[in-house]
C-alpha cells in the first residue's frame, strides 16, 4: 500500500519572495535575470576549464560564448512569444519584458546550435567538439535558470497536497484553479532532474580522460540530449501552462524527437561504429 505523504511534516513548502533581487532608486535587479547572468558566467567558465583538459583553446570558448547569448536569448524568447501570440498581439509592448519571465528553453537550444553550427564553420573547428564542452555547462545553467520560474511564481504544476508544495499567489493562478493554494514545483523537479545529468556529463567526461570509457567526440552532447529530454518528457506532464500546439504538449514533443535523436547518434557512435557527421573537421 503507497504511504500517505499528505501527512508528512509540511516543512517543505515553498513560498516565493518575489521576482525582486534588489531595487536602489530607479536601478530594479531581478531574479531571473541575475540568475540567467550567473548561469552564463558559471557555464563559461566551467566551458573553458573543460576545454583545457581537453587541450582545446579556452578562448575559443569566450568567443563562442559571445554567440551563444547573442543568439540563444532572443531565440528562447522568440519561441516563447510565438508560441503564445494571441497573448503577446494583444500586449506587443510586452515582447521584450524578458525580465517578466516567458523564455523556452528549447528555443534557447535552437538558436545556440544554429550559432554553434555558424561559428564552427568560420572557426574550421569541430562542432561535436564544442558541443561535448557546452553540454555540461548548458545543462548546470538550465538547473540554476529554473529557480527563476520560483521566483516569478510561474512555469508551476497541478494541485497537489505533497509536503514540498508550492504555493502561488492569487494573480498568478489560471482561472480555473483559483481556488486552490498549492502547486507542484515543476522548477524543482526540472532543476534536481538536470542536476543529476549534469553530475553524469561530467562523471563520464573525467572518467574518459583516463580512458574509462573512451568517449567519442559528440558522445556528451548525445547523452544530454536524450537525458535532459527524457525528464523534461514527464516533468511537463505536471505543467499547467504549457506551450500548445492544439492538444499538444509542445515541450513534450520536441522531448520525444530530442530522445529519439539523441539515442539514434548514440547508436550510430558506438553500435554502427561511425564518426557523427560534422561542418568541418578539428585542425
Not at 10 to 18: H, I, Y
Not at 141 to 151: M, S, T
Amino acid at each position: 500500500m503507497a504511504p500517505d505523504l499528505s501527512t508528512l511534516p509540511l516543512a517543505f513548502q515553498f513560498t516565493s519572495p518575489g521576482p525582486i533581487l534588489v531595487k536602489l532608486g530607479p536601478l530594479t535587479i531581478r531574479w531571473y535575470g541575475f540568475l540567467i547572468a550567473c548561469a552564463v558566467l558559471i557555464g563559461v567558465t566551467l566551458s573553458q576549464f573543460l576545454a583545457k583538459r581537453r587541450n582545446v583553446n579556452p578562448d575559443l570558448i569566450s568567443d563562442l560564448s559571445i554567440w551563444l547569448v547573442i543568439a540563444a536569448i532572443p531565440a528562447a524568447r522568440l519561441y516563447y512569444v510565438l508560441f503564445q501570440w494571441s497573448e503577446y498581439a494583444q500586449h506587443p509592448e510586452r515582447i521584450i519584458a524578458i525580465w517578466q519571465g516567458g523564455i523556452a528553453i528549447h528555443g534557447a537550444i535552437i538558436g545556440g546550435v544554429v550559432a554553434a553550427l555558424m561559428f564552427a564553420k568560420i572557426k574550421q573547428v569541430s562542432f561535436w567538439q564544442l558541443a561535448d564542452l557546452v553540454a555540461p555547462s548548458l545543462i548546470l545553467g538550465q538547473a540554476i535558470g529554473r529557480w527563476g520560474n520560483f521566483f516569478n511564481s510561474e512555469a508551476f504544476g497541478s494541485p497537489t497536497n505533497l509536503p514540498w508544495k508550492l504555493y502561488i499567489p492569487l494573480q498568478h493562478r489560471p482561472p480555473e484553479l483559483t481556488n486552490f493554494e498549492y502547486f507542484h514545483p515543476t522548477f524543482l523537479y526540472e532543476s534536481l532532474w538536470d542536476l543529476m545529468v549534469f553530475a553524469l556529463l561530467i562523471t563520464l567526461f573525467f572518467r574518459s580522460l583516463s580512458g574509462k570509457p573512451a568517449l567519442k567526440i559528440g558522445t556528451l552532447s548525445l547523452v544530454y540530449l536524450a537525458a535532459y529530454s527524457l525528464g523534461r518528457l514527464w516533468i511537463e506532464g505536471f505543467r499547467t501552462d504549457s506551450l500548445m500546439l492544439g492538444p499538444l504538449r509542445i515541450a513534450q514533443v520536441v522531448s520525444l524527437v530530442g530522445i529519439v535523436f539523441g539515442l539514434t547518434g548514440l547508436a550510430w557512435l558506438y553500435i554502427v561504429k561511425r564518426p557523427l557527421p560534422d561542418v568541418a573537421s578539428t585542425r
